[in-house]
């Protein structure tokens, strides 16, 4: 056998490997550039080993197949090589407008095949002349899409088109030598030698995509866990506050329902007089007063805190929600003998949840009146900045001890305390505080006052 036999083999024998190789891929990514691929080096091995100036192998395997059905097999084989090789670039860079140019070269292709499947010998013969003009027209469609690729710098074009370059080179040559325009010496495998080059580069463009492809699918894979760590924490801590809650209502609502129970019953017993029904009544009032404005507060949090619910931000004048937040606890302080006063420009526009903030505006305030001492002050601080609006509930009010800062603004029972007049506190208002804050887009802290005892809660909101 010669060194040209050898090479051919080689040739052949690495063509082989490539569309099995392709084919695999396909069957594992399911990537359709991976199908075309394969397919068109199956389509280019079965015509190597019929090829007259070549191996022939295929009949040394198959010596029963009629001459006639061969050259079906080996013209087939030809023309299928143009359309798989349009689908594979289009597949591997799709550009729709392309597409119609595509359709229209693998129809004429089509009909070229019908005419080998069909037609005897004698007719489809004549065919190979058409069809090598078909395949150079094909040509200018192929590096139209791949000099796009290249100009717009996509993954493995400048591979794809350098390898494509070089096959056509190699396949003009073939085409000159078939057609007896020139004389070339240079043996019978140009189509394959040109081939295995274009397959070369192929491979080195296919695998710097599925470089790319498997890093992506890693990221994706690592924010997929972290999305999943994340929603696990969420379940977990809506899991905690829906207990830490439930003991709170409970016990909230068990205190006034059990006091008003014990008096319903002392009353029908006669234990107790009219007069002193009375007086208990105020206490029971005060305490179902405190339930009914925890409960809807937290009806407000849990109606702006909903999955179904998005917040619904809009233009507010801060003026307007402060002057009813004031008139709301008006007689709270009046009760206590407390001075206030608003400080800064309050005829200034923010973006907020409406609702959200007349929660956050009327637990703060009722917060610095709870735990201020009669005759004591609370000013109302607007700072408009560059960015955002900054509210300041001041008040010289008991303070806050260190070792509840830290986790003030969580829903445990540890932050329960009374207020100086002995008024209740449910434990929850500054963890709804900070929760529709956040979701508003700002956020929320409490220091010292410096100007000696009491608290400063600070909170950002949004500028119009």
């Excluded at 526009?349 to 929660?359: E, G, I, Q, W, Y």
Aim: hydrophobic share 45%; aromatic share 12%; proline share 2%.
């Amino acid at each position: 056998m010669s060194i040209q036999q050898h090479i051919e083999l080689l040739e052949i024998g690495g063509i082989a490997i490539f569309a099995a190789y392709n084919l695999v891929l396909f069957n594992q990514v399911r990537k359709r550039y991976y199908l075309y691929l394969g397919l068109l080096c199956l389509v280019i091995f079965l015509r190597s080993t019929l090829v007259d100036d070549g191996s022939m192998i295929f009949y040394s395997f198959f010596p029963n197949i009629p001459l006639s059905i061969g050259r079906k097999i080996e013209f087939f084989c030809s023309y299928a090589g143009l359309p798989l090789t349009l689908l594979f670039i289009y597949r591997l860079y799709t550009f729709e407008r392309f597409k119609r140019y595509v359709k229209i070269f693998i129809a004429i292709s089509a009909g070229f095949l019908l005419v080998v499947l069909f037609a005897p010998y004698r007719i489809f013969y004549h065919t190979l002349d058409a069809y090598n003009i078909l395949i150079l027209l094909s040509y200018f469609l192929v590096f139209a899409m791949l000099i796009k690729a290249v100009r717009q710098e996509l993954t493995g074009s400048m591979y794809v088109f350098s390898g494509t370059v070089l096959c056509f080179f190699f396949v003009m040559a073939e085409l000159l030598k078939t057609s007896g325009i020139v004389f070339i010496s240079a043996g019978p495998n140009l189509v394959n030698t040109g081939f295995v080059i274009f397959l070369f580069f192929q491979t080195i463009a296919l695998s710097e995509i599925f470089a790319k492809s498997f890093k992506e699918n890693q990221m994706l894979n690592k924010d997929l866990e972290k999305r999943v760590e994340e929603k696990t924490a969420e379940i977990q801590r809506a899991s905690l506050l829906r207990d830490t809650l439930i003991r709170i209502v409970s016990h909230d609502i068990r205190g006034p329902l059990g006091n008003l129970k014990s008096v319903i019953t002392l009353t029908r017993e006669g234990q107790v007089s009219l007069e002193q029904t009375k007086d208990f009544m105020g206490t029971i009032e005060k305490g179902v007063h405190h339930t009914i404005q925890m409960l809807d507060e937290l009806m407000e949090w849990g109606h702006a805190a909903s999955q179904n619910k998005r917040v619904n931000q809009e233009e507010l004048m801060l003026k307007d929600l402060i002057d009813s937040t004031v008139e709301h606890a008006k007689s709270h302080m009046e009760t206590k003998g407390l001075s206030f006063e608003v400080v800064g420009d309050t005829n200034t526009s923010c973006l907020f949840d409406k609702n959200a903030l007349k929660v956050v505006l009327r637990n703060l305030l009722s917060n610095a009146i709870k735990f201020t001492e009669r005759g004591g002050k609370i000013s109302l601080g607007v700072e408009k900045r560059a960015n955002n609006i900054l509210i300041e509930f001041i008040d010289s009010g008991i303070g806050i001890p260190d070792d509840m800062k830290e986790n003030l603004f969580e829903m445990k029972k540890d932050n329960k305390r009374p207020g100086t007049d002995n008024e209740k506190s449910s434990g929850v208002g500054l963890f709804i505080c900070k929760d529709l804050i956040e979701q508003n887009g700002g956020s929320i802290d409490v220091e010292d006052n410096p100007q000696g005892k009491g608290s400063v809660f600070k909170f950002t909101l949004k500028s119009a």
